[in-house]
């Protein structure tokens, strides 16, 4: 029998824009509500309804995570894979292109 | 022969003898072009322990099989020579119209040697060689230069030439064509000054055929496609000025000479800030889909400048000398272009030169009443100034940080930020672990293309502030990457539009040459490039003491930002290395052995007798 799972406390964090995402949203920097454990899915989901524009160039489409070609970063340490994200409040994720170098 | 002229075109400036020696398919299926056959021809003509600027020490431009194919971003060529501030291999690249002419006019390869006993216009029509006097054109910008000789010999003459800075063998000199793209790192423009060559004009009309035309357009239009894609967002968009924000947020932007590496007023200077308030349109190279090239222009009510400008430009004239003022960068990057200046090491040896001021090392005697302090616009414009003219202060920094940190001495050359007498680019190696790597071990220097290293440390793929041995595989292939890119010779910013560039440039190379090529004969390629260019600086005396980082590096810790604290130790770079060697299979010295030689197919070559006298 399948046990119900309460859902997970949401925890703010902020998200800071370069690049594209910068450009097109207008702002350097945006609070997003996401579970302490957080997918990529469940950041760009959060950050589609803060930041419709970033839909379709940076987020994809179905709201699965972000583009090949962007990253994020935890806090200006850590770069995140596609797995889970343990988020704190008053984190912040650094979100740019993921084309290093030039 | 399909997609290679298949010669060299040789000229002998001192004695003004032409003549053409053929390029063998042996040759070209190992070395491919680029880089890779500019190594090879280095190699072949550079005699062993030349001064760079010996007129012995040849200057070779050589163009690669994918020139002329039409596909994007293809147009390219390299441009290497014993280099005036490494002495070891200087190898750079350039875009645009003059690779396309070169081949036009019948060379997969020119090769300069000797002196000119005037200032000299070396004009190529169709493999036709004139020596034309460039009295005339001396003490021109790069810009007047070449639009003076294309008025004299036709608008579709394309040139290359040196400004101010190379007549007067500033020892990175860059070489300029097609409006403004530079030949710049490791100073090659020295060494054309150095040959009393103001100039080349080319002209060409021949046609070199391709194996399967049919085929590779197929596969060019796609590629323009993805080209157009995610996968270079960054570069259409901001270029590579989208750098400087994100690296001051992850501490790796280097400011006030590597003392730091946040710079507190970024907002100002950063490629977001650039395009909203300076930004005029993008540019592009000939045959390039991707379109990088950010176009700025001043906005205040000084003299008006426009250019280029890079990322690399930007971090080196701005947050590097603590300079906030975005008009002064913009006026600086187009100095510099003007004068045929390489901005990094114009930066960092200013860079230098201002810590020097601030210690009290150099005073305003030194320096003709300039106040060299950091974050001093006016001063830094007149230092470019003076170092393209070799004028007071400038002729001492001319040399380059590495000479400049020995003639001063006390000390300063815990300062000096080169590897190898290439100045540092625009990656904190200490919070960059991999880069740090990269540009210890580079044949050129200080290079970040080279090994593309950073590109793991800005990733998931490592921990980019931490060490350990892996390091090294993951240089080594970046190095071998970068080497068939730089020889085909690719754009890098096209490298993530490929699926699988080894399995589609074999592909590609096939459809040219019709030579089937299998994709790890490729790779290996890219291995057999940089195991030559590691002979080629062996021969010139480099020991394992050579692959270092400047001391400041291995000695001070990061103070600001994310990084706060964060350094790299001698032992935990010296286990990189290791890695690194031993990755390559090389010995712990960092020596080849025979054997890989022998698996390589090099063995020959360096066994060849190159005390020869290649020029008649």
Known sequence: MAEHQAPLPLVTIQVELFGLAQLVCGRRQVAIDVPGSATVADVATALAKTCPALVGTIIRHDLSGLHESYILNLNGLTFVAQGCLTLQPGDTLLLFSSQAGG | ?616
């Not at chain 2, 913009?330 to 510099?336: F, H, N, Q, V, Y």
């Not at chain 2, 699926?499 to 790890?520: M, Q, R």
């Not at chain 2, 004969?521 to 394992?544: C, D, P, S, V, Y």
């Open chain 2, 1 to 616: 022969m399909y997609g290679y002229n298949g010669k060299t075109l040789l000229v002998n400036l001192t004695s003004q003898a032409v003549w053409w020696e053929p390029l063998s398919a042996h040759v070209l299926r190992r070395f491919i072009g680029g880089t890779g056959l500019g190594t090879y021809l280095l190699y072949k003509y550079c005699p062993p322990g030349v001064e760079p600027f010996d007129p012995a020490n040849p200057l070779i431009f050589v163009g690669s099989p994918l020139v002329g194919s039409r596909l994007t971003t293809s147009s390219k060529f390299a441009v290497l020579t014993k280099s005036p501030l490494t002495g070891f291999i200087g190898d750079s690249l350039s875009s645009s119209f003059m690779a396309t002419e070169l081949k036009k006019a019948g060379c997969d390869a020119l090769v300069i040697t000797g002196r000119s006993p005037f200032p000299c216009l070396l004009a190529i029509n169709d493999g036709a060689v004139e020596f034309l006097d460039a009295t005339p054109y001396l003490g021109l910008n790069t810009m007047a230069t070449e639009h003076t000789i294309k008025e004299r010999l036709g608008q579709r003459t394309r040139v290359a030439c040196i400004g101010l800075a190379g007549e007067r063998l500033v020892r990175y000199a860059s070489i300029t064509n097609d409006g403004g793209r530079q030949a710049a790192r490791t100073g090659p423009g020295a060494v054309m000054g150095a040959k009393n060559l103001k100039a080349i004009a080319v002209r060409g009309t021949r046609t070199v055929p391709i194996f399967n035309a049919d085929a590779l357009h197929a596969i060019g239009t796609h590629l323009t496609q993805r080209s157009l894609g995610p996968a270079t967002e960054k570069y259409r968009t901001l270029g590579t000025l989208a750098n400087v924000a994100v690296f001051n947020r992850l501490g790796t932007l280097p400011t006030r000479n590597f003392q730091r590496s946040t710079f507190d007023e970024t907002a100002q200077v950063s490629g977001e800030a650039l395009h909203q308030t300076h930004f005029v349109t993008n540019a592009h190279c000939a045959n390039c889909t991707i379109g990088c090239e950010q176009i700025l222009t001043t906005t205040d009510s000084g003299p008006t400048a426009q250019g280029r400008m890079e990322y690399e430009s930007a971090f080196a004239l701005g947050p590097l000398l603590g300079v906030a003022n975005a008009n002064t960068v913009i006026r600086a990057s187009t100095l510099c272009d003007a004068l045929g200046l390489d901005t990094i090491s114009a930066g960092v040896t200013i860079a230098w030169a201002m810590e020097c001021f601030e210690k009290g090392l150099l005073t305003l005697e030194d320096t003709g009443g300039l106040a060299l302090r950091f974050g001093n616009d006016e001063a830094l414009l007149e230092c470019l100034q003076l170092i393209g003219e070799r004028r007071g202060i400038g002729d001492l920094l001319a040399e380059g940080s590495r000479r400049a940190s020995q003639r001063l001495g006390r000390g300063s050359e815990a300062w000096a930020m080169h590897v190898k007498g290439l100045e540092m680019p625009g990656y904190e190696p200490r919070s960059l672990k991999t880069m740090a790597l990269g540009l210890a071990v580079s044949t050129r220097g200080a290079c970040h293309n080279r090994s593309s290293a950073y590109e793991a440390d800005f990733s998931a793929r490592v921990d980019r502030l931490q060490v350990d041995t892996e390091r090294g595989r993951i240089t080594m292939e970046g190095e071998d990457f970068s080497a068939v890119l730089d020889s085909l010779i690719w754009c890098k910013f096209l490298r993530k539009a490929f699926h699988d560039l080894y399995a589609e440039s074999a592909t590609i190379y096939e459809h040219i040459t019709g030579w089937p090529i299998a994709p790890e004969e490729l790779r290996q390629a890219g291995e057999r490039i940089n195991t030559l260019k590691k002979l080629f600086n062996i021969r010139e005396g480099w020991t394992q003491k050579d692959d270092t980082l400047p001391p400041r590096v291995l000695t001070e810790t990061l103070p600001t930002g994310v990084v706060q604290g964060v350094g790299l130790t001698r032992a935990d770079l010296d286990m990189m290395i290791q890695g690194y060697y031993c990755a390559r299979g090389w010995t712990a010295e960092g020596l080849i052995p025979e054997q890989k030689l022998r698996e390589l197919e090099i063995l020959d070559i360096v066994q060849a007798d190159a005390t020869e006298a290649p020029f008649p």
